[in-house]
C-alpha cells in the first residue's frame, strides 16, 4: 500500500512537472459551474491555436471550452465580468489592451489576484495587417511592457504570460514568425459571440449558444467592455452548468521543458466566415 502511494505520488509530481492538467481548487459554493481542469499551454507545442486563424486548436475535449475576454480592462464593465466569473467560480483570460490597461493597474492586478491569466492585445488594438512591419512591432511590444508595467510593476517586452491574440485576428507572415521567436503563443478563437455587433443580449446569448451546440467545445472569444456581454454573461454561464460543458482555464507552462497532456492538437472544421469587428 506504501509502495502503491509512493508510486501515485511520484506521477502526480511528474505530471506537474511536464505540464499536465491539474485540479483548480474547489469552489466554496455549491451549485456553481465552477472550473473543470487547468490547463498548461506550452508556446513550442501550440506556438498558435483557434480555428478561426489556424488549422489547429487547444486539445479539449467534448463539452470542454476556454473563455476567453478582449479589449479590456474597461471599469464598470470588466469589474462586472470578474463578478459574474467569481459568482459561479470560473477562471478565464483576457487578452489586455496596453493603453488602457496603463491608466488601470488596479484593475489589471485584481484580474490576475482573483486567478484569471492575462494575455496581451496590442498597445492601441490597431490593424496590424495594416501598418508598417516596424509600426507593428511597436503596437505589440508597447502594449506588453504596459501590461506588465500595470501588472508586475515593470515594464518589459517580455511577456510573465507569453499569451497574444491580434486585433481583428490580423496576423501577418513577419508578425507570426516574430511572435513564434519569441516564444509568445497567438491565440485565435474557434467560436465567439458577435458581441461587438448592435443586438440585445438576449440575441447575443442566442447565438452564442447555437455556435457553441454546433462545435460542443472551443476557444470562446468574448469582449468585456460590451454591455450586451456583461447583460448576458451569467445566463451564459449557467447555461453551460446546466447543459453539462465544462470551463477549462490556461495558464503557461512553468518552464521550457513543459509538454502538453497530449502529443497530438485536436483540429476540425472552422466555423462560417463572417464579417468581423472584434478580436
Known amino acids: 500500500m506504501a509502495g502503491w502511494i509512493n508510486a501515485a505520488g ?13 485540479e483548480p481548487a474547489p469552489c466554496p459554493r455549491e451549485g456553481t459551474l465552477g472550473t473543470s481542469r487547468v490547463l498548461s499551454v506550452n508556446p513550442k507545442n501550440y ?3 483557434g480555428l478561426k486563424s489556424f488549422p489547429d486548436t487547444l486539445p479539449l475535449e467534448d463539452g470542454e471550452v476556454v473563455l476567453t475576454f478582449d479589449d479590456g480592462p474597461s471599469p464598470p464593465m470588466t469589474n462586472k465580468v470578474l463578478a459574474a466569473l467569481a459568482r459561479e467560480c470560473v477562471r478565464a483570460t483576457f487578452f489586455l489592451v496596453g493603453q488602457p490597461a496603463s491608466g488601470r493597474a488596479e484593475l489589471v492586478r485584481r484580474i490576475a489576484a482573483e486567478g484569471h491569466t492575462v494575455g496581451h492585445h496590442t498597445y492601441t488594438h490597431a490593424h496590424l495587417a495594416h501598418i508598417s512591419p516596424e509600426q507593428a512591432v511597436e503596437e505589440i511590444d508597447r502594449g506588453i511592457a504596459a501590461d506588465e508595467k500595470a501588472l508586475n510593476g515593470l515594464e518589459t517586452t517580455t511577456p510573465s504570460t507569453p499569451f497574444f491574440r491580434f486585433p481583428y485576428f490580423e496576423s501577418t507572415p513577419a508578425t507570426l514568425d516574430l511572435l513564434q521567436s519569441r516564444g509568445i ?30 462545435a460542443r467545445k472551443g476557444i470562446i472569444l468574448l469582449h468585456d467592455p460590451q454591455p450586451r456581454t456583461v447583460a448576458m454573461l451569467p445566463a451564459f454561464l449557467r447555461y453551460l452548468k446546466d447543459h453539462g460543458y465544462r470551463v477549462v482555464h490556461i495558464v503557461p507552462a512553468k518552464s521550457e521543458a513543459a509538454a502538453e497532456p497530449h502529443s497530438e492538437q485536436h483540429s476540425g472544421s472552422p466555423p462560417p466566415a463572417e464579417p468581423h469587428g472584434g478580436g
Open 10 to 22: 511520484a506521477l502526480a509530481a511528474l505530471l506537474v512537472m511536464h505540464g499536465a492538467c491539474a
Open 47 to 49: 506556438p498558435r491555436v
Open 185 to 214: 503563443a497567438v491565440f485565435g478563437a474557434d467560436l465567439w459571440a458577435s458581441d461587438w455587433t448592435a443586438m440585445s443580449p438576449q440575441q447575443t446569448f442566442k447565438l452564442l449558444i447555437k455556435r457553441l451546440n454546433l
